[in-house]
């Protein structure tokens, strides 16, 4: 790989690119004009190579349990919830999503340009023309040579080509750009389609992840309800004082008061997802029953290595892609500092009533006209705005350089932390089971010894209100930890 020229290198490369000095420019011109009819042509500027970027030999998490030694990266990784719901959501999002639809139409647009460029190597005019015309001069004008046809019409077909000659590549460092602008385009689609996929699956498992914890929030209204007949009659049978009863509804209140927000926040995440779909917000019709639960997870992931990474994220190919049609601009802006040669013809037929000429002398070999030969133009006194073009194509070359190297290097980050997420998460989740386990068992015998009159309410009360706590923060992980996996792919 050739090592990424400096900037400084960069602006003395421009300083010593080529000058023309007047003792030089006959021989010069001698020179170009047998590259021109020995049919030679070059490409100037700098052929792309892949920057370099750093990157890790394995995951931090490589050796943990839940890696795969599978190094194969599911495309379709939904499937692995094994969700029919969440399959047809993204099967609709893929068909209806607009920011997609925008996606392709690029991919539309990028694939004409390249067309555009790449009929440029051809005989850039193509002109067939065809005209009538009338003349009537004034015979009182000045220099009118005596019996001069004051009144005449004029009959015209012909066809113009001209052709720039690509002795230095300008127009192929075109098709080049234009190409990989291309793939820059779908590169761009592919992005979109991944980062809308796990839009909708995030937005779907926080909606399975909401209507849970609203589920066991109503379960526990219920469950402290129960608690509060007990305190209520033990209340009024003297057992107990009123303290216990107003704790009682309190902790009732205070767990009906979760119900808001999260209702709040299902609709949000619901809307959400309409959007997604291509719908109005909340128009998800039969595409997602209510009650649902979260989507399980695979026992493990297949995450392959970092090197496989960049040949998968579209983002670190289309920043790649966006370098390689800047490197190509330059060589077209380089290109400028040299002389263009076109080849000019053209050849048509040509009468006029005029001295007794008539409209059917047309097409009599007579009438026939033809122009060819070569032509050269070159900007001489502009060289110094064109070289500073060179620098500046060369300076935003070398911005998209580094943009790559960042989204080589986030990229990576993404996934580490996602991975630590996930990892993390599953081990969160595993102790969180067995907490809401012996905290349901602890609200059971709380209950029990306050029913009994060992022992006071206010033990029951800290049960049933850690018990909430962790079922929230369960269900809560447990989503969390889905959506880890939905990031990490």
Known sequence: MKPEPSMQNIFERDRKGPRIRSGKGLALCGGLLVALLSGGCTLVGPDFTVPHAPQGANWLEQGDELMSKDHRVPDAWWLL???????????????????????????????????????????????SRAGVSRTGLSKNRPNLPPGADVNYGEFQLGFDAAWELDLWGRLRRGVESADAALLASEAGYHEVLISLTAEVARAYMLIRTLEERLALAGENVILQKRSLEIAEARFSGGLVTELDVQQARALV??????????????????????????????????????????????????????????????????????????????????ADLFPRFSLLGSIGLRSSTSGGGSTGNLLEADSLEFFTGPSLSWPILNYGRLKNRVRAEDARFQQLVSLYREAVLGAQREVEDALSAFVQGKEQVRHLSESVAASRRSV?????????????????????????????????????????????Y
């Open 81 to 127: 919830f094994g969700d029919p719901t969440l399959e047809r959501l993204i099967d609709t999002a893929h068909r209806q999503n607009l920011s997609l639809q925008a996606a392709a139409l690029r991919i539309l647009e990028a694939r004409a340009q390249l067309g555009i460029a790449t009929g440029s190597l051809y005989p850039q005019q193509q002109l």
């Open 253 to 334: 209140s205070n767990t009906r008061a979760l119900v808001p927000n999260l209702k709040t926040a299902l609709r949000q995440a619901q809307n959400a997802l309409s959007t997604l779909l291509g719908r109005t917000p909340g128009d998800l019709g039969d595409l997602i029953e209510v009650g649902g639960s979260i989507p399980s997870l695979p026992a493990e992931v297949a995450l392959g290595i970092p090197a496989e990474l960049l040949r998968r994220r579209p983002d670190i190919r289309r920043a790649e892609a966006q370098a390689a049609a800047q490197s190509a601009r330059i060589g077209l802006a380089r």
């Open 444 to 488: 059971e015998l709380s209950v029990l010894q306050y029913r009994e009159g060992a022992a006071d309410y206010q033990r029951v009360l800290d049960t049933q209100r850690f018990l909430t706590q962790q079922q929230d923060q369960f269900t809560a992980t447990r989503g969390q930890v889905a959506q880890s996996l939905v990031a990490l």
